[in-house]
């Protein structure tokens, strides 16, 4: 299994960018796949999900200016990050687990395939 993501880059604060993650080795279609990421000296933390039926889940720190969204036809997962401000500067992980239940959607520990990061930058 392999995700692929990309990406990242620097913006100015209000900007955008759009993350992709191309994924390969696994039934792309039946996966729930995350959006995390990890800022210098912090944890990792969730940032949002899509179910294999496209249902999306958000942090409450990205609702409405991030969108998630999956192409099963390109086995690709994309995250549309707009209003982006310096907070969000972080390396994105793209992840995927199968049969991932709705209480565990935010739970990096519920990913069972993770790629391997893209560094998104946003000066103030």
């Known amino acids: 299994v392999q995700l692929q993501a990309s990406g990242g880059g620097l913006v100015q604060a209000g900007g955008s960018l759009r993350l992709s993650c191309v994924a390969s080795?696994?039934?792309?279609?039946?996966?729930?796949f995350g959006w995390f990421r990890q800022a210098p000296g912090k944890e990792r933390e969730f940032v949002a999900a899509i179910r294999y039926s496209s249902t999306t889940y958000y942090a409450d720190a990205v609702k409405g200016r991030f969108t998630i969204s999956r192409d099963n036809a390109k086995n690709t997962v994309n995250l549309l990050m707009n209003s982006l401000r310096p907070e969000d500067t972080a390396v994105y992980y793209c992840?995927?687990?199968?049969?991932?239940?709705?209480?565990?959607?935010?739970?990096?520990?519920?990913?069972?395939?993770w790629g391997q990061g893209t560094l998104v930058t946003v000066s103030s």
């Open positions: 080795g696994l039934t792309f279609s039946r996966q729930t």
């Open positions: 992840a995927a687990g199968p049969s991932i239940i709705l209480s565990n959607i935010r739970s990096s520990d519920a990913y069972a395939y």
